[in-house]
C-alpha cells in the first residue's frame, strides 16, 4: 500500500534491494499524480554492521502520516535470520521504532506493502532467495503478524505490486532469476495468490527487478525491467487480465527486436 507524505505529493512505494551498483528506477504516472519506486542499494541502504536494509511504506498504525517497515540483512560474516522492525512517522518528520520484530529468514531480498487481506490495512509481503514469499498482516495498529507462505518461486530477486487484472485487488509480480522470468500471482482480496502467467526476461543469468505503474496511461499496471546495466529496461505493457504485451518502442535496450517473452 502506498503511502502519503504530504497533501500535495504524490502516493510512493518503496522497495529496496542490496547489490553490487545502486539502481532507483521511478515508474511515475504524472496523470493520476501517483508513483511507484523500487530502489536497488546502494551505500545508503546499509545498516551500522554492514549489513544491507529492505524498505517499504505505508501507513501501519492509520494516523495518515506514512510509516516505515524494515528489514535488516546482517552484514559481513553473519549468517544468522533477517528481522523486521517497524518505525511510525511523526508529525514534523522523523521516526520511532516499534515494538515489533519478525524473523523474516536468513536470506530476504524484496518487500512490498498492500492491503492484502482486504480489510482497509497495509499489509506485508517478503520474498527470499529461496523463492519463498512470507505474508505479513497488519492491524492498524503498527502490528504485523506472519501469515505464513502464500507464494512460491525458484530464487525471489524483486518484487512489485499492482492491480493487474484490473479488479481493484492487489496482485504480484516476482523477478525469478532462477527460472529466468517474471512469475504473475492474482490477489484472492484475503491474503491469498495464485500464479497466472509468466514471461522469459531478457538474459539469463542477469539480475531484473521491476516496477509497477500505467506507463501508457490506458488505466491498466505496466511493468518496467531493469538490471544493473542504467542504460537498458524493457516495458512490458498490461493487458488487464494478468497477462502483459512487450513494447519495444517503449523499450531501451541494445536489439529491442531480439528480445520474446513469451
Not at 222 to 249: H, K, Q
Amino acid at each position: 500500500m502506498a503511502a502519503r507524505f504530504s497533501g500535495a505529493s504524490p502516493m510512493i512505494h518503496v522497495s529496496c534491494t542490496s547489490v553490487a551498483m545502486g539502481i532507483f528506477v521511478i515508474a511515475a504516472i504524472a496523470a493520476s499524480g501517483h508513483a511507484q519506486a523500487t530502489a536497488v542499494g546502494d551505500e545508503a541502504n546499509k545498516s551500522d554492521d554492514g549489513g544491507s536494509v529492505l524498505i517499504a511504506t505505508a501507513d501501519f498504525n492509520g494516523d495518515g502520516i506514512a510509516d516505515l517497515a524494515q528489514v535488516t540483512l546482517p552484514g559481513g560474516d553473519d549468517k544468522g535470520p533477517s528481522t523486521l522492525t517497524v518505525l511510525l512517522g511523526q508529525y514534523g518528520g522523523g521516526y520511532v521504532a516499534t515494538s515489533v520484530r519478525v524473523a523474516v529468514g536468513n536470506d530476504p531480498r524484496s518487500i512490498a506493502a498492500g492491503d492484502f487481506n482486504g480489510d482497509g490495512k497495509p499489509d506485508l509481503l517478503v520474498a527470499d532467495a529461496g523463492g519463498s514469499v512470507i505474508e505479513l498482516l497488519g492491524d492498524g495498529s503498527g502490528n504485523l503478524v506472519s501469515a505464513g507462505k502464500v507464494a512460491q518461486v525458484g530464487s525471489a530477486v524483486s518484487m512489485t505490486v499492482g492491480d493487474f487484472n484490473h479488479d481493484g485487488i492487489p496482485d504480484l509480480a516476482i523477478s525469478d532469476v532462477r527460472s529466468n522470468a517474471v512469475m504473475v500471482f492474482m490477489g484472492a482480496g484475503n491474503g491469498e495468490f495464485r500464479p497466472v502467467w509468466s514471461f522469459a526476461l531478457p538474459m539469463r543469468g542477469v539480475v531484473y527487478y521491476l516496477a509497477a505503474a500505467d506507463f501508457n496511461g490506458d488505466g491498466l499496471a505496466d511493468l518496467a525491467i531493469s538490471s544493473d546495466d542504467e542504460s537498458s529496461f524493457v516495458v512490458m505493457l498490461g493487458n488487464g487480465n494478468g497477462t502483459f504485451t512487450y513494447a519495444p518502442a517503449l523499450s531501451h535496450i541494445p536489439d529491442p527486436n531480439s528480445y520474446c517473452p513469451a
